[in-house]
């Protein structure tokens, strides 16, 4: 089965890290971009960054940017998403998503998604 799980998510303390996990299965993982992208309650998707298929390019939204790493293994068939100075309004339902191209702000250009993983930032 062709599929994405993102996992990794949990309760954070405001001011810390966190790093979700997406193991891909299915398909040949080295041949596409891995996407990030997060919905909070009540609120639009909001595309966090890329990874391209090599994993030697990423590219990250402006909300995030510095405080996010999007890398991948693989060998592994994973990618992974790492940010630092969380605050609650980092709190999200976060997914990983299979990039096709040729634009990020088409959610139609991305064509498998993982389930999400909840990631809850709070003292």
């Known amino acids: 089965e062709v599929q994405l799980q993102a996992s990794g998510g949990g309760l954070v303390q405001p001011g810390g890290s966190l790093k979700l996990f997406c193991a891909a299965s299915?398909?040949?993982?080295?041949?596409?971009?891995i996407s990030w992208a997060r919905q909070a309650p009540g609120k639009e998707r909001e595309w966090l960054g890329v990874?391209?298929?090599?994993?030697?390019?990423?590219y990250y939204g402006d909300s995030v940017e510095g405080r996010i790493t999007i890398t991948r293994d693989n060998s592994e068939n994973i990618a992974f998403l790492k940010m630092d100075d969380l605050t609650p309004e980092d709190t999200a339902r976060y997914y990983c998503?299979?990039?096709?191209?040729?634009?990020?702000?088409?959610?139609?250009?991305?064509?498998?998604w993982g389930q999400g993983t909840l990631v809850t930032v709070s003292s």
């Open positions: 998503m299979r990039y096709r191209g040729p634009v990020y702000t088409d959610w139609s250009n991305f064509d498998l």
């Open positions: 299915g398909y040949t993982f080295k041949d596409y971009a």
């Open positions: 990874i391209n298929n090599g994993g030697g390019l990423t």
